[in-house]
RNA sequence: GCGAAAGUGGCGGAACUGGUAUACGCGCUGGACUUAGGAUCCAGUGGCUUCGGCCGUAGGGGUUCGAGUCCCCUCUUUCGCACCA
């Protein structure tokens, strides 16, 4: 019998894949049959989220990764019947849209929504299967509404509030920022610009109040990156150690430092006070040192952040005049001024143990301040005046009164708990994570709905005048203050509770607020109510997979969101400590030769430009193929032919095999109903099928798809001898390729004569009768080396195997005039002989 | 500086608990069918080779019958942290 393969002759009588009416006539349909709307309570939930965009009006590779991922994930899961809950919505306030209107004299508003249809018209090019009845858009005051009633929940729980602090000011944008939004630089998230630092009074959200909860729980999200884990942990910063309280000798007032290594106490020569500290206005500076001081707290609050970073070998500081007592040893130390010691962390103030600590140990240098060695390295000895550099290890305590001789975590407890006992100190958990600044001096933003009463002070607008509508304004150009307190008609009202007249605030908020929620929001939409129901949330929730670009998000976004779930479950609307099971970041999208595109390095690639010429599923075909998932991709032109060779194969295979087999199923084959070629290739589909679902739960879609072409190449060697064998394996791989190529898959299913949508069809399962080669390729070795292959039926006797081999013409050469020390035989895979 | 991850053909990338390194694809070489081929199909494709083999997973050591995989050192890259007391 002729080998068929799967060579279609004459070839040139069936055109190649016409996907641009395939994909319309699909996207059509899927819209028609709502294929893709989400049940509110389902009995089998996946939830996958990607990141909601915000909408610039084009989609890039990035987006178009990020999408096709979660699109594969949410087809998949709906084949294996869970009902899938793939929403999609707008991130849609934000700077860009005032730049936009100041530029082309638009409303936000208007270039917005422009934005939204084009950017929603273009996923649906892309076939992406969002159930967009769910659609969200943060810029409409039906979502608002809801970001406001958060502001107040919050506030209402005492954890809005708002004080006058040292704050994040980017000149650029002409806003402040909270430090999630200043890099590690001191430059502003979003220009890049310098950060300066400016005391505003400002309103913050309390996320400290949670950074235990935020800090412990990183610990049951084995499904997030560890490298994203350990960014949390840094940036949450949780550090135990203890609590001593100094007083300042002159006034005997209180001056509590947080040390993680008391066991120094009896070290301490000096004490360092933050510029920025309150504590320092309360120093009974002598006279003769005022204008001395102030003039080095001014230098030092003027500098920036990387200034001050910078060189971390020069420390500076002012001596005050002042001195501070020690409680351990009565002793009187100089007080001083130094801007290495940061305001905002634990007390503001340090004790100066210049032998212990490398920072002290600059300092006390620089100023001749003396140092006294207070621990020894286990069997060592320390000389003061020796030493080059601090000795920060643990040790054995020396010097330090009744505590000599404890030494590591033993000393450390033997003093905080001293420390506790008389009431000067204990143990304490100091965090790095500062309160979220939410405040923003912008128009384009959600109002914060909150009123200014001179009587009554900050009082909530009333949940049922929700939302507070964003006002038009003549003028978007931020100038450091907000546009809307231009408005009088929107800041001139009453207040809530005493009736007199008061100022509605006139700042919007950060739109990571409006990020912190929306995830909720999708369980229950159109809810007019309340943000969601809770019973609708409690359906869905937690979010299943989570995609996106989890590595610019690791410390805004991520962490803000986790801390909304715990307030939310603090006042009863979820019941979910966590947001998300799994998160998934999809790596970068380079170009060919590794370079990020930019509209700069003029090598952006657009994804609808590809889609135009290739077609949608073979452009999804190519991202997914070219590299794993979460890892960077270099995206190259060539990368497309294979795998688009590969979406001609599957509908030439089609055409061919479908004219007359109709939807017959079969579901299954056995041995004796097929001749042995036959048997192998149905093994070999099996085996194909259990790959390809193993792959796809590791989200490796790259071997997904090489499996398959592998499955190809060997169905084109099998000749049709079977009737309607082809036609059988055919659509099962369009089953396992619906995920990744989903127009494609619901055209060959139809043209095999399937009434319903592939995806409503059962994900394929493996025959596990047939997924067991029956005879087995065995490595022959001779001390390691590989010498020959032997091929034997599964199951063969292991000593008959390495009988078999031994009998062997190479192997025979190679064990020629030599002794067989060992046989080292490992059942199904190879025989090794040890020889001399 | 500290910490983590990674380094495999000309290229993108495979390889389960140590067990036939380079699957799959691109590219390349040759061929078939063709008026033509940027279509399709077939064969080949790590390096060296005296055609016996030898060498090959960043480099160097080690453990093992056997190492891409485990251990130690070095180099490179990427990422995170970097006055947090």
Known sequence: ??????????????????????????????????????????????????????????????????????????????????????????????????????????????????????????????????????????????????????????????????????????????TVLANEQVDSEGRCWRCEGTVTKKKLEQWFFKITAYAERLYRDIDTLPGWLESVRMMQRNWIGRSEGCRIDFTIAETGERLPIFTTRPDTVFGVTFMAIAPESDT????????????????????????????????????????????????????????????????????????????????????????????????????????????????????????????DGKAGEDAITAVTDYAAAHGIGGREINYRLRDWLVSRQRYWGCPIPIIHCPHCGPVAERIDNLPVMLPDVKDYIPKGRSPLADVPEYTNVRCPKCGGSAERD?????????????????????????????????????????????????????LYYRFFTKFLKDIGYLTIDEPAVRLLNHGMVLDAIGTPMSKSAGNVVSPLDVMASKGVDTTRLAMH??????????????????????????????LVHSRDHGTREQTSYKRSDVNEETWKTYVRLNQTVKKVTEDLDKLQFNTCIAAIMEFLNDLGELDGSVPRFHAFAIQKLTQLLAPLTPHLSEEIWEMFGHAESVFKSHWPDHDSEAIEDDSITIAIQINGKLRATITVPRGSQPQLVAATARAIEPVQKHLQGREILKEIIVPGKLVNFVVR
């Open 506 to 558: 006139p700042d919007t908020m950060d739109t990571f607020v409006c990020s912190s929620w929306y995830l909720f929001r999708y369980t229950d939409s159109k809810n007019s109510e309340q943000p969601f129901a809770p019973e609708k949330a409690k359906a869905w929730l937690p979010v299943d997979i989570y995609i996106g670009g989890t590595h610019e998000h690791a410390t805004g976004h991520l």
């Open 1 to 174: 019998m002729d080998k068929q393969k799967d060579k279609v002759a004459p070839s040139r009588s069936i055109g190649s894949y016409p996907f641009a009416e395939i994909e319309s006539k699909w996207q059509k349909r899927w819209d028609e049959q709502k294929l893709f709307r989400a049940p509110d309570f389902p009995t089998n939930p996946y939830y996958v989220l990607v990141m909601f965009a915000y909408p610039s009006g084009d989609i890039h590779m990035g987006h178009f990764r990020n999408y096709i991922v979660g699109d594969a994930i949410a087809r998949w899961k709906m084949m294996q019947g869970h009902q899938v809950l793939h929403p999609f919505g707008w991130d849609a306030f934000g700077l860009p849209a005032e730049q936009a209107a100041i530029k082309r004299k638009l409303h936000p508003r208007d270039w917005t929504l422009n934005n939204i249809e084009m950017s929603r018209d273009t996923l649906k090019k892309v076939g992406i299967s969002f159930d967009w009845d769910r659609e969200v858009a943060s810029c409409l005051p039906d979502y608002y509404k809801w970001t406001q009633w958060m502001f107040i929940k919050l506030f209402e729980n005492g954890l809005a509030y708002r004080k006058e602090a040292s704050v994040n000011w980017c000149s650029t944008c002409n």
């Open 280 to 403: 320092v206005s309360r120093l009974p500076i002598p006279e003769s040192k005022k204008a001395e001081i102030a003039a080095y707290i001014q230098r030092s609050i003027s500098k920036s952040e990387l200034e001050r970073t910078m060189g971390s070998d020069e420390k500076d500081g002012v001596f005050t005049g002042c001195y501070a007592t020690n409680p351990f040893s009565g002793e009187k130390v100089q007080l001083w001024i130094a801007d290495y010691v940061l305001a905002s962390y634990g007390s503001g103030t340090v004790m100066g143990v210049p032998a212990h600590d490398q920072r002290d140990f600059l300092f006390a240098k620089k100023y001749g301040i003396p140092l006294r060695v207070v621990i020894h390295p286990q069997g060592g000895q320390l000389q003061g005046s020796e030493l080059q550099q601090a000795y920060a290890d643990f040790g054995v305590m020396v010097n330090s009164a009744g505590f």
């Open 625 to 654: 193929f070219a590299a794993p998932c979460g890892k960077e991709v270099l995206w190259s032109e060539d990368g497309i032919v294979g795998v688009d060779r590969l979406v001609q194969r599957m509908y030439r295979l089609a």
